[in-house]
């Protein structure tokens, strides 16, 4: 290292989120005693413009080669503040973050441990930040494509937009068919349209389009590559099977959601009793003309909210959003076309939270649908008609109600095939079992994986105009690389002290990204930075320490240690 | 030093997509765990070097944690595969050494696992309570 290194610290209150738990000021005046360390401050928000201007200046006016920031965790505002580094001259590799809300004050009571334990954060962030060093970012080309996974109202939409602003877009629908779940819909909620005719124009415009290449009975098969230039192979799985190969730059996935099982509840009768069918059964049988039950016209027409959702013991813990209006709907239907039958709705809480749902929801009501709040117990026959039994939970009383027909309100589930995509694409599922976008907040279309974005039900139940508009928007967020043309890649990669590297190829041997070869000429290992995805495997295994990872060095990580353990004792 | 005022010094190595992701959710969450655990960031679970979890005992730390993604969800497809078997050989050294092997613990906690991670903490910290202070710890004193 050319020059002798000048630290700043800062130390973030986050209004009250680090300052209520650990003492910042304390903190702050021991930061400014560790060695090599010439400014240490403390401010309410350090992500605020003044927060950052202190850093600025601090940079300009002490010449910092360093600088750490103890606040939230890295994956919250790295970038912040890397930026807000890189503005006065300093790399942004030259800037660390100790994190001190999400893994300190957030998780302990105030005390005097808790402010240890952040004093020994910043402390290890202080070792590390003195030895890291310069790194370039690089920019790789990107592939100015993209591949769509799922053929439904969210893919299609995506699709659409991407085309639109010029690009080529591979949708790859894994059924025969076009439009998803929503094609096996009858009408909207609050609004009454026939879905079938708002999708097939879309189905059609996608079929259409000179830009889009459409794949179905397809399957996506194998993922490689990174963010800018994703290899795909995709299995067509029709009479004209074929393996085919893809480049894009960019994947939205789009897979949609199944639909809870209440075989699951037998309690139900679902299976067992005819007259029991599911809300997505009901689309079918109000879509195919005159509603009969055994050939004759329902009488009495119980719904039932809630059918393995919001039941953390025995089925699904959460709520999927949209039975509520959808069974609404139907209620609505039916009232509509048999103005004689008695229609309930038997439910736990009622959730209209929508644009127009409330409206929707006391119209249905005023048209004589009778909502009890009740807790079903189970089906049973007697005679030519079913019984629901059930606790009226505000009456505080048993009810049994007779039944030509049932209709379960059942939820939506992730797609059996999610955790196979999510291997493939090297994605994370939330504990709902959908897939987990980066941040639950602030960047509800990007995932963990740069590159790869989510639309639609695959991350959790929406309707229809939520889907579109978060498709529209990972659309929206995965046209920003292909427009640029341009991808950042990931500067923190392994580098080889040639000195040091015998060439014996066991780092070669481990790398997943195939990134290592010996070179012909000096015997030594090389690196591919822009196929290497800086995990560190091949350092960690290198018998001579040739292999390492810039910003993740062995002596950064060993000064980290020896920080940590000498404070502790 | 009683076992009873003893408070477990840990050294925690998380992967930076699943274990320290789920650490953070923990704090989200506002998760509490005891004050025991001072987390190191790496990319993935599969850059532990040994000698950094030979050095944190050596030097006195009572425990090591290596958090990674679950078996098949590993960011960079088979680095928590590698960790496994470094753990499985540096066991073995630990016990060579006279340490205990448990002293060093690696779970697979995902980024939605922020319960898991809190109550990994827990269990650990009153794990290492139970077994007493890394012997090392006297051992290097001059």
Known sequence: ???????????????????????????????????????????????????????????????????????????????????????????????????????????????PETTEKAKQLVASGVSKAILLEPLAEREAEVTPAALVIGGGVAGIHAALDIADAGFRVVLVERGPALGGRAMQLHKTFPTLEPVAGLIAPLIARLLGHPRIEVLTEAEVTEVSGYYGNFEIEVAIRNP??????????????????????????????????PEVITG???????????????????????????????????????????CCMVTARQAHEIQQRLPEANVTVLYMDVRAFGKGFEEFYDEVRREGVLYRRANPSEIIRRGDKLIVRAEDTLLGEAVELPADLVVLAVGMTPRADTEKLAALLRLSRSPDGFFMEAHPKLRPVDTATGGVFLAGCCQGPKDIPDTIAQARAAAAAAMVP???????????????????????????????????????????????????????????????????????????????????????? | ?????????????????????????????????????????????????????????????????????????????????????????????????????????????????????????????????????????????V
């Open chain 1, 240 to 273: 004209q099977s074929a393996i085919c190969n893809l480049q894009v730059g960019a994947i939205i996935v789009a897979t949609g959601y199944d639909l809870f099982d209440p075989t699951a509840l037998p309690e139900f009768g679902y299976g067992q009793y």
């Open chain 1, 482 to 569: 292909l427009m640029r043309g341009k991808v950042k890649v990931e500067a923190a990669v392994a580098f080889v002290e040639e000195e040091l590297c015998a060439g014996c190829g066991v780092c070669a041997e481990l790398c997943t990204y195939g990134a290592l070869a010996l070179h012909p000429v000096r015997g030594v290992m090389t690196v591919n930075p822009v196929l290497c995805q800086g995990c560190g495997a091949c350092a960690m295994a290198c018998p001579s320490g040739a292999m390492n990872l810039h910003h993740f060095t062995f002596d950064q990580v060993m000064a980290q240690v020896d920080t940590l353990v000498g404070h502790l004792s």
């Open chain 1, 1 to 111: 290292m050319a020059r002798t290194p000048k630290v700043g610290v800062y130390i973030c209150h986050c209004g009250i989120n680090i300052a209520h738990t650990v003492d910042v000021e304390e903190v702050a005046g021991f930061a400014g005693r560790l060695p090599h360390v010439a400014v240490a401050r403390h401010y309410t928000y350090m992500c605020s413009d003044p927060g950052q201007n202190l850093i600025k200046q601090d940079i300009e006016e002490l010449g910092l080669t360093h600088v750490v920031v103890a606040a939230c965790s890295p994956l919250m505002h790295e970038t912040t503040f890397r930026l807000a580094c890189q503005e006065k001259g300093l790399n942004p590799y030259q800037f660390e973050m100790a994190n001190i809300r999400e893994q300190c004050s957030w998780v302990h009571a105030a005390g």
């Open chain 1, 280 to 322: 997505m059964e009901f689309e079918r049988l109000a879509a195919g003309g005159e509603i009969t039950v055994n050939g004759k016209t329902p009488q009495d027409v119980v719904f039932i909210h809630c059918v393995g959702s919001r039941d953390a013991h025995r089925a699904l813990p959460y709520c999927s959003r949209v």
């Open chain 2, 1 to 141: 030093m009683s076992n009873s005022d003893f408070e477990p010094r840990i050294v925690a190595f998380l992967c930076n997509w699943c274990t320290y992701t789920g650490a953070d959710l923990a704090g989200t969450s506002r998760i509490q765990y005891p004050p025991n655990v001072r987390i190191i960031r790496l990319m993935c679970s599969g850059a532990v070097d040994p000698v950094y979890v030979l050095k944190a005992l050596l030097d006195g730390a009572d425990g090591v944690l290596i958090g990674g993604c679950h078996p098949g969800d590993c960011h960079y497809q088979t680095g928590n595969y590698k960790a496994r078997r470094r753990v499985a050989i540096l066991k073995e050294t630990l016990r060579q050494m006279g340490l205990e092997e448990d002293r060093l613990w690696l779970r697979w906690i995902s980024a939605s696992e922020g319960q898991r991670f809190a109550d990994t903490i827990t269990e650990m910290t009153a794990a290492l309570k139970a077994m007493g202070p890394n012997p090392m710890r006297r051992e290097w004193a």
